[in-house]
């Protein structure tokens, strides 16, 4: 049985390369791509791959949806519109003008960091006496990303042997073979859901394999898999799981995952004023080999010849540890109230009160990291924190009526399980991009938890703080409220909060509803959590044209 929730080892052990930081040169067809060509020059194939079938509408209608449709890179690779969010939450898919019931039934998660995230599992949780699960991609976890645990909930697992013909433990892969066997996973497997899902892309397999095929773009599938790709009714398939995991690749990229965010940049800041083997002193580098410490340290975008530089002496604590000296104090105090479960640790400069914390002074935190914090005892300091355990958990959000054809709460894990003891229970997503609009779009509504209800990181902090109506003061709604709006205060904030859509295992009452916060101090938790949204700039490929389909008799 897994041991820990989240492993550094395991993220930092993907390929670091920048497979999209050099331009690949077009060929005219699929034949002249069939030349040798090293691992590396396979690899960056592959990721070029992903990234023109991503933003590609494949769908039937032609041309209406891609997975930027859902997944747009400007909005933190969620949900791209503000008036979607506002209201109905679940995005309209490729059929929606002609069928208003072809739309999903919950908020696009980001894709963003999603490769990131470890194969559903039972593991070992320190704090409580039984094991819980992790893990696996879409809200409930389905996509397992490994031998299913749950078959009759999980979707369909994509192995080695799929999309190469050799088995995961072969002793002689070559890198492009390993490099494929660490894109397999939850992300591979989610890929291949959304092009035939009715109320996404709503195509087919072998419409998707002869898209490609005729896409200006073929020749890359070409280059990365060594043959041409085939639509046969023998080979569609394989061909399908192949583009599946060539979306993986894109997704596992630098361009999808940067780490680019103020509080990134802040931190890089300072790791480049110390030696590796200061670096190693860490908390989070305590227990790791140097080699995994180096490959965390490449994924964040560090060379060994980047660290060990002259800097002026850090006026309070430590290079590398909170609090940051490239944030903001307001950010800072954020920070550790993000990161206290109990009280706020002595030292900490509170900016709400302008004092410093002593033991005679106490400060609640606010728990966040309960949920939203890759290990248990993470500090927040670790280069590829994604603010998620990945677990699933209820913390009574209210049910979203304005998702069309919704009259209860979504059973969550349960809908994969078929456990009872699992319905409302959530998979934590990463914080990464949370506050992420458009540029220029100040007024930009973003929508919060699956069911959307939260339309600002104020109101859903607010919750957190003071969702326990028996003794935060803040108090139960009319069975009339059940809208953020409706239950808007003069304040800007929610003035009662509707019941729990469900209350099966809920955290009011046990880690939020009553922190005894000041409003002061939710600003500040939501001022850090801004630091988050990546500042690197996405663009897009360019429109892929087809050639008209042509079909032999024999698939006629």
Same mark, same amino acid.
């Given at each position: 049985m897994?041991t820990?929730?989240?492993?550094?080892?395991?993220?930092a052990?993907?390929v670091?390369?920048?497979?999209l930081?050099?331009?690949?040169?077009?060929m005219? @067809?699929?034949?002249e791509?069939?030349v040798a060509?090293?691992?590396?020059?396979?690899?960056?194939?592959?990721?070029?791959?992903?990234?023109r079938?991503?933003?590609?509408p494949?769908?039937?209608p032609?041309?209406?949806?891609?997975?930027?449709?859902?997944?747009?890179?400007? %909005?933190?690779?969620t949900?791209p519109?503000?008036?979607?969010?506002?209201?109905?939450?679940a995005?309209?898919?490729?059929?929606f003008?002609?069928?208003p019931?072809?739309?999903?039934?919950l908020?696009p #998660?980001?894709?963003?960091?999603a /490769?990131?995230?470890?194969?559903?599992?039972?593991?070992e949780?320190p704090?409580l006496?039984f094991p819980?699960?992790?893990g696996?991609?879409?809200?409930?976890g389905?996509?397992?990303?490994?031998?299913?645990?749950?078959?009759?909930?999980a979707?369909e697992?994509?192995?080695l042997?799929?999309?190469l013909g050799?088995?995961?433990?072969?002793?002689?892969?070559?890198l492009?073979?390993q490099?494929?066997?660490?894109?397999l996973?939850?992300v591979?497997?989610q890929a291949?859901n959304p092009?035939t899902n009715p109320?996404e892309?709503? /195509?087919?397999?072998?419409?998707?394999? =002869?898209?490609v095929?005729?896409?200006d773009?073929?020749?890359?599938?070409?280059?990365?898999?060594g043959?041409?790709?085939?639509?046969?009714?023998?080979?569609? =398939?394989?061909s399908?799981?192949?583009?599946?995991?060539?979306?993986?690749?894109?997704?596992?990229?630098?361009?999808v995952?940067s780490f680019s965010?103020r509080?990134?940049?802040?931190?890089r800041?300072e790791l480049?004023?110390?030696?590796l083997?200061?670096i190693?002193a860490?908390p989070w580098?305590?227990?790791l080999?140097?080699?995994e410490?180096e @490959?965390i340290?490449?994924r964040?975008?560090?060379?060994?010849?980047?660290?060990g530089a @002259?800097?002026?002496?850090?006026?309070q604590g430590?290079f590398?540890?909170? #609090?940051?000296?490239m944030l903001?104090?307001?950010?800072?105090w954020?920070?550790?109230l993000?990161?206290?479960?109990?009280?706020v640790?002595?030292?900490a400069?509170n900016?709400?009160?302008?004092t410093v914390? %002593?033991?005679d002074?106490?400060?609640?935190?606010? =728990?966040c990291?309960?949920?939203?914090?890759n290990?248990?005892g993470d500090?927040?300091s670790e #280069?590829?924190?994604?603010?998620?355990?990945?677990?699933?958990?209820n913390i009574g959000a209210?049910?979203?009526?304005?998702i069309?054809?919704?009259?209860? @709460?979504?059973?969550?894990l349960?809908?994969?399980?078929?456990?009872e003891?699992d319905?409302g229970?959530?998979?934590?997503? %990463?914080?990464?991009?949370v506050?992420k609009a458009?540029?220029?779009?100040?007024?930009?509504?973003?929508?919060?938890?699956?069911?959307?209800?939260?339309?600002?990181?104020?109101?859903?902090?607010h919750f957190?703080? /003071?969702?326990?109506?028996s003794?935060s003061?803040?108090?139960?709604?009319a069975?009339?409220?059940v809208?953020?709006a409706?239950?808007m205060?003069?304040d800007g904030?929610?003035a009662?909060?509707?019941?729990?859509?469900?209350?099966?295992?809920?955290?009011?009452g046990f880690?939020t509803?009553?922190?005894?916060l000041?409003s002061?101090?939710?600003?500040?938790?939501?001022?850090?959590?801004?630091?988050?949204?990546?500042?690197?700039?996405v663009?897009?490929?360019?429109?892929?044209?087809?050639?008209?389909?042509?079909?032999? =008799? %024999?698939?006629?």
């Amino acid at each position: 049985m897994t041991t820990t929730t989240f492993r550094a080892s395991a993220i930092a052990g993907a390929v670091t390369l920048s497979v999209l930081a050099s331009a690949l040169s077009l060929m005219p @067809s699929q034949a002249e791509a069939n030349v040798a060509l090293d691992d590396s020059e396979r690899i960056e194939a592959l990721t070029e791959l992903g990234k023109r079938v991503f933003f590609d509408p494949i769908s039937q209608p032609r041309g209406e949806q891609s997975c930027s449709s859902c997944h747009d890179p400007s %909005t933190g690779w969620t949900g791209p519109s503000s008036a979607v969010n506002e209201v109905e939450v679940a995005m309209p898919g490729a059929a929606f003008h002609h069928d208003p019931e072809a739309r999903g039934g919950l908020r696009p #998660p980001t894709n963003a960091y999603a /490769t990131l995230i470890p194969p559903f599992a039972e593991v070992e949780n320190p704090f409580l006496p039984f094991p819980i699960l992790v893990g696996g991609a879409f809200w409930d976890g389905r996509a397992e990303g490994d031998d299913p645990l749950y078959p009759d909930g999980a979707t369909e697992h994509i192995y080695l042997a799929d999309v190469l013909g050799v088995t995961e433990d072969d002793p002689d892969l070559t890198l492009f073979e390993q490099t494929v066997r660490g894109y397999l996973g939850p992300v591979a497997d989610q890929a291949l859901n959304p092009f035939t899902n009715p109320v996404e892309q709503n /195509t087919r397999e072998k419409g998707v394999c =002869r898209h490609v095929e005729r896409g200006d773009y073929a020749h890359l599938f070409a280059k990365a898999w060594g043959e041409p790709i085939i639509c046969s009714n023998a080979t569609y =398939r394989t061909s399908f799981k192949r583009i599946a995991v060539a979306l993986a690749a894109y997704q596992d990229s630098p361009e999808v995952n940067s780490f680019s965010s103020r509080r990134d940049n802040a931190l890089r800041a300072e790791l480049t004023c110390m030696s590796l083997d200061e670096i190693k002193a860490l908390p989070w580098a305590g227990n790791l080999e140097q080699g995994e410490v180096e @490959s965390i340290l490449s994924r964040f975008g560090l060379a060994p010849d980047d660290l060990g530089a @002259s800097c002026a002496e850090k006026q309070q604590g430590e290079f590398g540890r909170f #609090p940051l000296a490239m944030l903001t104090e307001e950010e800072n105090w954020g920070h550790d109230l993000f990161y206290s479960f109990g009280p706020v640790p002595a030292g900490a400069f509170n900016s709400c009160t302008k004092t410093v914390i %002593t033991a005679d002074n106490p400060k609640p935190g606010a =728990r966040c990291v309960a949920c939203h914090a890759n290990n248990p005892g993470d500090d927040g300091s670790e #280069p590829l924190q994604t603010y998620a355990d990945h677990a699933y958990h209820n913390i009574g959000a209210p049910v979203n009526y304005e998702i069309p054809g919704v009259v209860e @709460s979504a059973l969550g894990l349960a809908g994969h399980t078929g456990e009872e003891a699992d319905i409302g229970l959530i998979k934590t997503p %990463t914080l990464r991009n949370v506050a992420k609009a458009p540029d220029g779009e100040p007024d930009f509504v973003k929508a919060y938890l699956s069911n959307g209800w939260f339309k600002s990181l104020e109101s859903l902090v607010h919750f957190y703080n /003071t969702s326990d109506v028996s003794s935060s003061g803040v108090p139960r709604c009319a069975d009339d409220i059940v809208t953020e709006a409706q239950a808007m205060g003069a304040d800007g904030l929610p003035a009662c909060w509707p019941a729990p859509g469900h209350t099966n295992a809920i955290s009011i009452g046990f880690v939020t509803g009553n922190l005894g916060l000041s409003s002061c101090d939710e600003q500040a938790i939501v001022a850090y959590l801004r630091t988050f949204d990546d500042q690197r700039v996405v663009e897009r490929p360019p429109t892929t044209s087809t050639r008209p389909e042509r079909r032999s =008799r %024999t698939e006629r």
